[in-house]
């Protein structure tokens, strides 16, 4: 069934300075403004056109703010329990006619539409917390988008795949292989970070892996695909009918306007500094030469002169994460409601001009830091195991392997569910581990090398859905102590023990089969503590040829080389990291005498700045997984006896 995007409202002729002149708004319907060119009374003073709609994804909400940063609009209403869970809004839009709101929860796995300003949950789509590629679920979708037809669109990431989706709840059509995931559009797509409407019915479409942008007509026909010159592409926005606005999720990150070829017309991403963007997610003409940009981890939105490339306007605080007024927490989808929208609907009407005394602190105290607590999460584990594997699948953990108590490795799979503390036996691996690296690729658990009585190179399968294990390949070495970390479809596996010596490698995986060498370490580490920061990885500490280390380096996959960023207050080994708000965080471990430590140490990787922080967690060789705002460290060992406690980082 042949599914469009209906009509486009008119768009006007702009020129935008820098010596480039866009052609006709071709923007999608959603986008725009509707109604007449009338004198609008409603319209705020300063350089956004109207209000600005801000998912702010790491608070789980959504605000709508005018130029004077004044607060008209949020949802959940402040002490309202919404009807249906809201968490990890990635995405929101406006429909086309601006009484309705989409939202995507990315993690959640979940679409809802709300209705505008009353914020009723009318349509929804997705079981909460349960990614699959079964009829009524996703997996991490990203960018939806109402059209006037009723139709949903939405880009299913780790599917594969793009969705038309009715009213009704089903699937009319849909572009890519489900859970087939390689560049050869329209029938196979990798990975999507976005899938924007079209107004002549065609979808704009991203693919992370080779950083493709493709160009899929309303008959579902590829038009052109282009590799951007990005590292990360990220919800292109066609401005004209040879102009993409498209933003680069890496750090330091960049809004850029290029050519169905690939040329690029215009470019902002300062490399330093305060104007420096941090994973920007989407970036969104607003006004003439005037572009809008989620700057996610330094939590805030930005507006940015065409002309001079330079921040105009800020909504949220650099670099400081929080909730009262005037503060975001990792904001990752935004858009305009237009004055004269505004103007056109008297609810809407009659809320701007009743709300008028939200305003925010201007300025952020400097003092002003995020506290982080550990404390228990308030349930612990039936056993006590260490050294184990754990990864974060949809609202659930899975933990696989580990010592037990006695010291023995064990194959086990169990499935934690983290709200109630309540843990499943989910199945069993084929071979019994200890000290490997474990990662999700899609629906599949892997495991990489361990111990058990000498290290391995077997990689071990989990299908989720089967719930059977299998032995699926092989690492390049065999490898124990290795830690793994995951940078958008890519898994790094860092390090480790080959028998002998601890390793330098780097290598990378998108399959779980296959490995190529992405890069060395200075040295060589096992027992490393590893998270990603956005496009690059953080590994702390570890053990070296001479013992514990108190390095840390920052490795950037693009140009396969390390630096080291600094040191921590000592030299410990087998800690656990995070990565919370674009915050490392060090937890844990034993010092060169091999005794636990309870420190915490956070890491400013932009501003290489480390400091201790007064929370305390004696524990080590344990799994941190990271779940939306919050991070659980899950067993471990205390002076080299297994535990059963969960502790929670946040």
């Given at each position: ?116 300003p009353a914020g009723r949950v009318l349509w929804r789509y997705g079981r909460i917390n349960i990614p699959s590629s079964r009829p009524g679920y996703l997996h991490t979708p990203d960018d939806a988008y109402l059209l006037r037809s009723g139709i949903v669109t939405v880009a299913d990431a780790y599917n594969c795949r793009v969705l038309f989706i009715s009213p009704a709840h089903r699937i009319v059509r849909q572009y890519g292989t489900t859970a087939v995931c390689r560049h050869d559009p329209p029938r196979y797509l990798g990975p999507i970070n976005g899938a924007t409407p079209l107004p002549d019915g065609g979808t704009l479409v991203s693919e992370i892996r080779g950083s493709w942008v ?437």
């Open positions: 069934m042949a599914v469009a995007a209906g009509g486009a409202a008119v768009g006007v002729a702009v020129a935008v300075v820098l010596l480039i002149v866009l052609p006709k708004d071709t923007s999608p319907p959603q986008k725009r403004a509707k109604g007449r060119a009338s004198a609008v009374t409603l319209k705020p003073p300063g350089p956004i056109p109207g209000y600005l709609l801000i998912a702010d994804r790491g608070n789980n909400r959504m605000l709508l703010v005018d130029s004077k940063k004044r607060i008209f609009w949020r949802y959940p209403k402040p002490g309202v329990r919404p009807s249906m869970p809201f968490r990890f809004d990635d995405d929101t839009f406006f429909g086309p006619r601006t009484d309705r709101i989409i939202s995507n929860q990315e993690d959640q796995h979940t679409i809802q539409i709300i209705s505008f493709d160009d899929i007509g309303p008959n579902g026909r590829l038009r052109w695909s282009v590799q951007a010159p990005v590292s990360y592409p990220s919800d292109p926005q066609l401005l004209a009918p040879n102009r993409i606005l498209i933003a680069d999720y890496a750090r330091p990150g960049h809004a850029l306007i290029m050519t169905r070829t690939g040329r690029v017309l215009w470019r902002y991403g300062p490399s330093s500094g305060p104007g420096k963007l941090d994973h920007p997610s989407l970036a969104l003409r607003v006004a003439p030469g005037l572009i809008a940009v989620n700057d996610d981890y330094r939590h805030r939105v930005v507006l940015i002169s065409m002309r001079t490339k330079r921040i105009v306007w800020q909504y949220g605080h650099t670099d400081v994460a929080g909730r009262r007024p005037g503060y975001l927490n990792t904001p990752d989808g935004l858009d305009l409601l237009h004055t004269a929208a505004a103007q056109g609907r008297p609810a809407v009407r009659s809320l701007l001009s009743a709300k008028r005394a939200s305003v925010h602190i201007a300025v952020a105290p400097r003092s002003v830091r995020p506290t982080i607590h550990v404390r228990s999460a308030g349930y612990r584990l039936p056993v006590p195991v260490q050294r184990e594997v754990a990864v974060a699948a949809g609202g659930h953990v899975l933990i696989a392997g580990g010592l037990d108590a006695t010291g023995r490795s064990t194959s086990g799979v169990f499935r934690l569910d983290p709200s109630s503390g309540r843990l499943a036996r989910f199945g069993s691996m084929r071979q019994a581990f200890h000290d490997a690296a474990g990662a999700l690729l899609g629906h599949r658990l892997f495991v990489f090398g361990g111990g058990a009585a000498q290290s391995s190179a077997t990689v071990q399968q989990f299908d989720l859905r089967t719930r059977r294990s299998a032995i699926v390949s092989r690492l390049p070495r065999a490898l124990s102590d290795l830690s793994s970390a995951t940078v958008g479809d890519a898994v790094y596996l860092v390090g480790g023990y080959d028998g002998r010596i601890p390793r330098r490698e780097i290598y990378r995986t998108t399959d779980g089969r296959h490995f190529v060498l992405a890069g060395r370490l200075p040295v060589g580490l096992r027992y490393a503590a590893v998270t990603a920061v956005g496009a690059s990885l953080v590994v702390a500490g570890g053990i070296s040829s001479s013992g514990a280390s108190s390095s840390v380096y920052e490795f950037d996959p693009a140009a396969g080389r390390s630096h080291l960023l600094g040191r921590l207050p000592g030299p410990v080994g087998h800690a656990s990291a995070v990565t919370l708000g674009g915050t490392v965080y060090v937890i844990g471990g034993a010092d060169a005498n091999g005794t636990t430590t309870g420190s915490v140490t956070a890491i400013d990787v932009a501003k290489r700045t480390f400091r201790p922080v007064a929370a305390v967690a004696r524990v080590s060789d344990a799994a941190a997984v990271l779940l939306g705002v919050r991070a659980l460290i899950i067993g471990g060992a205390a002076n080299g006896r297994a535990v059963a406690t969960v502790r929670e980082l946040r």
